[in-house]
């Protein structure tokens, strides 16, 4: 392919052929990824036919939105894509920590205890539990909250898991995506045997996964292996990159009543929530998902496969299975993690000109260095990066909704390393 593009655009000869040297050793990998977005279009697009999506759902509402048909189809389309009763996704849920703050209050009562058997959960959720101080988290309603770390390598911890749930254990929440930490991210397959372990200990046992950045990433969801809830942002995977908002909740009806319950009010659950013009995006959007995740997919394995060939550590390795989009690439150093990301955000069709610098995030508790030129503010979707300043410095890479971008953006990243001389080529 002629480079001359690349060229105008900042990526230099050198960086371009090592992309297209690396790329040629990746084509089995972009097969099997295709394969799965075959596997899941057909999957949603069934889903919107079995309930006769037509052009009366894209209508908008306001006010109460009762009888809102709109967005009680396509609950029902996630429904049944997911393969669960019942489905709460409204653009009243701002976003994935929001979706999973109801999740939790919703079905944890005083008293109940909270239990992850997959070590400390995504940063913003120790506000929510309480595991850092802060006012209205569960801790302060009385629900207490324990945990068993993964083994040094990853692995589910499966002897202490057994003497960690007692009577009082309500819910347990699983974290498919590493976040914010260099662990592997786990498997549907293991989600499931996890699940089943746990309720064979205590039946009743309400598991909930932390479904972030995963959806479409495989043939299966941890719906499909026991999980009782299911929880998601819509400016992720299933938005597809085009709900400007929104969150998702799937899993068993009774569950699902009670976040609904929880979301509006007592009495009203699902019976109100205007859809105020947002269907389109929303509909379209889960249609376009599981090939956008696709596309996030490739630029993640081409990511890791570049930043190896430079000899960085990078979770997980270009070779191994994904379970989700994101990729982890340990740097090293502060000034690596602010020229990977001037190279995303230079690579960007959206305030490409900014140049990212670590801040103070809210419901971060260590400066987090952002890059995103999203067209949805903060979309991790799009083509983005970020990751907390602090050891070992790594950036997390992940989006992309279109493989040709996140190709650039690698790329650019790449150029932007060698510009600072933090590698040689
Ligand atoms: C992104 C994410 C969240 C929180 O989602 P926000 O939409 O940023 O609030 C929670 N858990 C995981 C694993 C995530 O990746």
């Given at each position: 392919m002629n480079n001359n593009v690349y060229a105008e655009i900042g990526v230099s000869d050198k960086v371009y052929a090592l992309g297209e040297k690396v790329l040629n050793a990746l084509h089995d990998r972009f097969e099997q990824i295709d394969q799965t977005a075959e596997y899941n279009q057909a999957k949603v697009i069934a889903a919107m036919q079995k309930n006769r999506v037509n052009a009366t759902c894209f209508a908008a509402t306001s006010g109460y939105g009762y009888n809102d048909v709109g967005r009680d189809t396509l609950e029902q389309v996630y429904a049944d894509t997911f393969h669960t009763e019942a489905a709460l996704v409204r653009p009243q849920i701002t976003c994935g920590t929001h979706a999973l703050a109801v999740a939790l209050s919703a079905n944890l009562l005083p008293g109940d205890e909270l239990y992850s058997p997959v070590g400390r959960p995504y940063d913003t959720l120790e506000e929510v539990i309480g595991i850092r101080e802060s006012a209205c988290s569960l801790a302060e309603y009385g629900v207490t909250y324990s945990e068993t770390p993964l083994l040094p390598d990853g692995s589910i911890d499966y002897d202490s898991i057994r003497t960690a749930i007692h009577p009082n254990t309500?819910?347990?929440?699983?974290?498919?995506?590493?976040?914010?930490?260099?662990?592997?991210?786990?498997?549907v397959q293991q989600i499931g045997d996890l699940i089943r372990f746990m309720k064979e200990i205590k039946p009743d046992l309400i598991c909930m996964v932390d479904n972030?950045?995963?959806?479409?990433?495989?043939?299966?969801?941890?719906?499909?292996?026991?999980?009782?809830?299911?929880?998601?942002?819509?400016?992720?995977?299933?938005?597809?990159?085009?709900?400007?908002?929104?969150?998702?909740?799937?899993?068993t009806k009774h569950c699902i009543d009670r976040c609904a319950y929880r979301l509006s009010a007592p009495g009203l659950g699902q019976e109100v929530g205007a859809n105020l013009g947002l269907m389109p995006q929303l509909y379209q959007g889960f249609f376009l998902a599981p090939t956008v995740t696709a596309a996030a997919t490739k630029g993640a394995i081409f990511a890791a496969a570049m930043y190896e060939q430079l000899g960085f550590r990078v979770v997980p390795a270009s070779s191994e299975d994904r379970h989700d989009i994101i990729q982890a690439i340990e740097l090293g150093s502060e000034e690596a993690m602010v020229a990977f990301c001037s190279g995303i955000q230079a690579a960007a069709p959206v305030d490409s000109y900014v140049t990212p610098i670590p801040w103070d995030m809210p419901g971060y508790d260590s400066k987090v260095i952002m890059a995103a030129g999203?067209?949805?503010?903060?979309?991790?979707?799009?083509?983005?990066?970020?990751?907390?300043?602090?050891?070992?410095?790594?950036?997390?890479?992940?989006?992309?909704?279109?493989?040709?971008?996140?190709?650039?953006?690698?790329?650019?990243?790449?150029?932007?390393?060698?510009?600072a001389s933090l590698i040689s080529l």
């Open positions: 309500k819910l347990a929440t699983i974290q498919r995506s590493k976040g914010y930490a260099t662990r592997p991210t786990l498997s972030c950045y995963g959806e479409f990433t495989e043939k299966i969801e941890p719906s499909d292996m026991g999980a009782d809830m299911i929880v998601g942002s819509l400016i992720k995977n299933p938005g597809g990159g085009l709900a400007p908002i929104g969150g998702y909740i799937c899993g999203a067209f949805v503010q903060g979309s991790s979707i799009e083509l983005s990066a970020d990751g907390p300043i602090r050891p070992p410095y790594a950036v997390y890479f992940q989006g992309g909704l279109t493989w040709c971008h996140s190709k650039l953006g690698v790329l650019m990243s790449v150029q932007k390393m060698l510009d």
